[in-house]
């Protein structure tokens, strides 16, 4: 029967994932000889202003009708808006000096061109759905040691320069257009059957101030670009000083490749500093599984002992006090302070936590391609809204077994609250890009199909969830709670809140922190990020560190007659967030060229909902895993 069962859930997988792999996009198209191709343009960007703007935001040669593409919504979050652009490309035929256009500018618009260049942005470009990438030959890094012999001694970009700097006898570097493009498209040909298949899409820049004697449209001859006598960089470049016109040219080379379209994306995913990546991954791995173990076994046999001899106590010493945790077993389950908030929080870091195992889960099997553009981003909103009722489901769970008596208010503040502060945050810094015309603001139809995510199935999805939970019993704790609450004591300076909750989150940021780098490269620097299942381990170290740590600390409070543990376990494995911002602060300054206020206003932004998110998602592990210990603990000893 488990047998049956598992070959039944193998089947549905491979089945979902081939409906999958149909989407638009993602299905194989076979081209023949003279087939056009669409050269679709998706946007401009920079990694220095982290502003996104539309292709056609500069002056670029266009169609006299332009045309956009259907896009998701992750797409849309993502800064593109692709569109088709007037390159014709036919497979299989090489095209050499081919004029795409002749265009005069004013100066404004020469200016224009000038301040993106200085800012390196980049352009992106699309064929059959593969982003144009740039060659980077690693030979030229002196920092990189190579072996001899390696034929493939280069690395890949996605998108190319649109220009460059030029320094030159004035004091100021001077900007220069990069107006022609070198194309190689590589296809690969299966035995046995008709046409090809695109496994590569590679551009070459190039900055030439164009000569010709007659102007005659397509058929104009080019003085300093011939079929026989190639584009190269030392010809003198395109200037951007002043008003004038420009002509637009590109050159198409086609070559066979041995590459399989499957694995077409390799020179995207390909991480080149593997070994490094891997060996401080393994030594990460091996010191937090080290010094977890060492703390479960230690607590476990301090608790052991504990138990045994609180049992072992002759109930005919009647007179004898309660000693060490046992002490403060009436205390210890009462309620705290602002329980519908802790609730409604303890609801949205249920929410996350679950939402994040089934997308990583998810995107194991996967489900999450590439070359389904911005499907990552649309499967995590998918997975968060879906999730909507483990929200109100935990947080009136929660909220009932702690005295609370309106869980309509509680399941409310649980469906809005957190994802009305991080949609308000991510509306405000919306608005800045909105100021700057970026294509990296949604647009209001986006907006509007978060708003329905928010409000037609989050929500519902939330109340069902706190209206089957209110249905079910309370939960009754081990212990009665006194009527007064027993006196703290003064705690030592090693014990004082403020200090153990920094602390707390140290061990759990050290488990995630070399994840955490290449997380920030794939947001900021524009670097793809596919290790989903070392992802999933990490986020499995996290949870077991998150929740040693707030044990073995409520621990020591309670030996010390403490019984104040609610908020502070939250906030303890929540404290991991605090470090996280911190590293952010420390990747800006050591790995971003980031110089104006704007951008650095954008990045600082969307870091602190990058915390806020990750303090929800761990404080809530800690306070799950306190209860539950507690509880335990508690259920074990003998009480009068």
């Known amino acids: 029967m488990a047998v049956r069962h598992l070959l039944l859930a193998i089947v549905l997988v491979q089945t979902v994932r081939a409906g999958f792999y149909a989407l ?27 502003m996104p703007y539309p292709y056609y935001e500069l002056p670029f040669c266009q169609l006299d009708e332009r045309v956009h593409a259907t896009q998701q919504l992750g797409a849309s979050l993502r800064g593109d808006r692709i569109e088709l652009s007037p390159y014709k490309l036919n497979f299989e035929r090489d095209e050499a000096c081919k004029i795409l256009c002749k265009q005069t500018y004013s100066e404004d618009e020469m200016k224009k061109f000038t301040e993106k260049v200085q800012d390196r942005y980049r352009a992106y470009w699309l064929v059959d759905n593969l982003p144009v990438a ?10 990189k040691t190579l072996p001899t012999g390696n034929d493939e001694m280069y690395s890949y970009e996605r998108g190319y320069e649109i220009g460059q700097l030029y320094q030159s006898d004035k004091p100021e570097p001077e900007a220069l257009i990069n107006n022609h493009v070198r194309m190689t498209v590589k296809y690969h040909k299966q035995e ?4 090809a298949r695109i496994v590569a899409f590679e551009a070459e820049p190039f900055s030439v101030a164009h000569k010709y004697k007659m102007w005659e449209g397509d058929r104009t001859t080019l003085s ?7 584009i190269s960089h030392s010809m003198p470049p395109q200037k951007l000083d002043k008003a004038g016109e420009i002509v637009w040219t590109y050159d198409i080379q086609w070559i066979e490749s041995s590459t399989r379209w499957a694995s077409r994306w390799d020179m995207y995913l390909l991480v080149t500093d593997d070994q490094v990546h891997w060996f401080s991954v393994f030594n990460s791995l091996v010191t937090v599984v080290f010094l977890s173990g060492m703390v479960a076994i230690i607590l476990l046999r301090t608790l052991n002992a504990d138990i045994n001899t609180y049992n072992e106590i002759d109930f005919e010493e009647e007179g004898k006090e309660d000693t060490g945790w046992k002490l403060v077993h009436a205390d210890v389950f009462r309620p705290p302070q602002r329980v519908n908030l802790l609730s409604a929080l303890v609801g949205t870091g249920s929410q996350l936590f679950f939402a994040g195992w089934f997308m990583l889960l998810f995107a194991c099997f996967g489900f999450v391609s590439p070359a389904h553009r911005g499907g990552l981003m649309t499967a995590m909103l998918l997975c968060f809204v879906l999730m909507g ?3 109100g489901y935990f947080s009136v769970r929660n909220y009932k077994m702690l005295d609370g008596k309106d869980w309509k208010r509680n399941c409310a503040c649980a469906a809005l609250l957190c994802p009305g502060i991080i949609f308000s ?18 647009p209001f ?66 488990a995630i922190f070399i994840e955490l780098y290449f997380v920030l490269s794939s947001i900021w620097l524009r670097h793809y990020y596919y290790v989903f299942g070392f992802m999933l381990l990490v986020f499995l170290i996290l949870t077991i560190t998150c929740s040693e740590m707030c044990i073995v600390l409520c621990y ?9 543990w609610w908020w502070r376990s939250f906030l303890t494995s929540g404290s991991c967030a605090i470090h996280v911002f911190l590293y952010s602060i420390f990747y800006y300054n050591s790995q971003l060229d980031i110089s104006k206020t704007l951008s650095m206003f954008l990045y600082f932004g969307y870091n602190l909902i990058i915390a806020f998110v990750f303090f929800i998602l761990t404080g809530t592990i800690g306070y799950q895993s306190c209860l539950m210990f507690l509880r335990r603990i508690y259920s074990e000893i003998k009480l009068d």
């Not at 991510?426 to 949604?442: K, T």
């Not at 037609?456 to 069902?464: N, Q, S, Y």
């Not at 939960?475 to 014990?495: F, G, H």
């Open 556 to 564: 020591i409070y309670l030996c010390h007659g403490d019984y104040e």
């Open 445 to 510: 139809s986006a907006l509007l199909k978060m708003f329905f995510m928010c409000f037609g199935i989050h929500v519902p999805l939330a109340v069902t969830g706190g209206y089957f939970a209110d249905k079910r019993d309370k939960i009754e704790q081990p212990c009665r709670v006194n009527i007064l609450p027993r006196t703290l004591p003064e705690k030592e300076w090693y014990l004082q809140p403020v200090l153990t909750i920094f602390l707390g989150g140290i061990l759990p940021f050290g």
């Open 425 to 442: 945050a991510f509306f405000l810094l919306n608005m800045v890009l909105w100021s700057q015309g970026s294509s990296g603001a949604i």
């Open 134 to 143: 740039t060659k980077v030959d690693l030979a030229d890094d002196e920092e």
């Open 24 to 50: 638009p996009g993602v299905v194989p198209h076979n081209f023949e000889e003279g087939d056009e191709l669409e050269l679709k343009v998706a946007r401009i960007d920079s990694i220095k202003t982290q």
């Open 389 to 391: 009722t483990l929200s």
């Open 224 to 230: 300093t670009c011939k079929p026989l006598a190639p």
């Open 192 to 195: 046995g059957k008709p046409g």
